[in-house]
């Protein structure tokens, strides 16, 4: 079983690649970094476990229907009186204008998370992998608190954890030093997960030149896991994501992992008329579990991870609704979309 541990929002859009209330209609669903990769591993056929906060109302409850009806085990979220749920505004950019994200998450349920509100022993019991993101520890002290402290515990429990870097500029604000608070969970991870940004912004990892051109140079990416696995000894891998991006909507798609002894490069995947690529970092890191705790080969573990993240492209939405079957087509060559009859 997989655990994770992290804040889920409503997630309002504008249809289609509208701008923000170009027309009165905003599409309601619902996601997050960690909800995202327990729905993906549990659409994938794998036990997975979500512990958050939720708030006590209809919304909250809903959320907990949504998560459920995706086969995701929610017996461990808990509901806080009086909270609220994180909101996120999403505009779907195209061609040359960027996408954009709002946020409205101050004071959300988990954000007021207490030590006592989780039993993690009976949370990990079962389980083999336990997931966090960097978005978590962003939104306040006390989620901070609650990932450092739940990291710590699944060590102790015998858990291989993964970190995922995200980076979001937009919600450091309550005063901490970005930085040593990600450094200070990389600390706790086996396996470091992220774009180029992530590792050079929240642990300080110097990054390849030109990435912010999008220019990828693998040999560059390469020495930056290097630098990552140096600096942080308890992890055993590092892996980052390898976008190189001509437009909003087309997009060149592969990755890359490093353990202490060995490098993989995935293929490249060229994604024109991209749908979504929200959830698209969280997908990888589905994959990458799934890869990992399925196959004895890394260099297979990582082309099924990168394989079912350029598929989340095409769905929109932050949760990864793919099957196991459609990521092994797509490793198999087949990706000409051509009806299934």
């Known amino acids: ?13 504008s249809p289609g690649q509208e701008r923000l209330f170009q027309t009165p209609l905003l599409e309601a669903t619902f996601g997050g970094s960690e909800a995202n990769v327990a729905v993906a591993l549990a659409r994938l056929g794998m036990l997975a476990r979500f512990v958050t906060l939720l708030p006590d109302n209809q919304i909250g409850r809903e959320c907990q229907r949504v998560l459920r009806a995706h086969g995701v085990d929610v017996s461990f979220i808990g509901f806080k009186k009086g909270g609220r749920l994180g909101i996120y505004f999403y505009e779907n950019g195209a061609n040359q204008r960027a996408s954009n994200v709002i946020y409205d998450r101050a004071h959300s349920a988990i954000s007021e998370i207490e030590p006592g509100d989780i039993d993690w022993e009976m949370v990990f019991r079962g389980a ?28 102790e429990a015998g ?39 992530d590792y ?13 051109r999008g220019e990828i140079d693998t040999n560059g990416y390469e020495a930056m896991c290097k630098r990552a696995l140096d600096a942080f000894p308890g992890a055993s891998m590092a892996a980052v994501t390898l976008r ?36 698209a970092g969280d997908s990888f890191a589905a994959g990458l579990i799934y890869g990992v705790l399925s196959y004895g080969d890394l260099q297979k573990a990582l082309e099924y991870a990168v394989a079912l993240s350029c598929l989340k492209h095409t769905i929109p939405g932050d949760f990864a609704i793919i099957e196991h079957e459609e990521v092994i087509k797509l490793l198999e060559g087949d990706a000409t979309g051509r009806v299934q009859r």
């Open 200 to 212: 050079q912004k929240s642990l300080g990892i110097e990054g390849p030149s030109g990435a912010s």
């Open 159 to 197: 858990l291989k954890v993964s970190f995922d870097l995200n980076f979001r500029a937009k919600l450091w604000k309550y005063g901490a030093d970005a930085r040593s608070v990600m450094c200070d969970l990389a600390r706790n991870a086996d396996i470091l997960i992220g774009n180029e940004e």
């Open 244 to 279: 190189q991006s001509f437009s909003a909507d087309s997009n060149d798609w592969s990755a890359m992992l490093v353990t202490r002894g060995q490098s993989f490069v995935s293929r490249t995947y060229r994604m024109n008329d991209i749908v979504d690529r929200v959830g």
């Open 128 to 155: 083999e992998w336990f997931h966090v993101s960097g978005i978590t520890p962003a939104l306040s002290a006390k989620a901070a608190d609650a990932c450092r402290y739940s990291m710590l515990k699944a060590r």
């Open 1 to 13: 079983m997989v655990v994770t541990f992290g804040e889920i929002m409503l997630r309002l859009k």
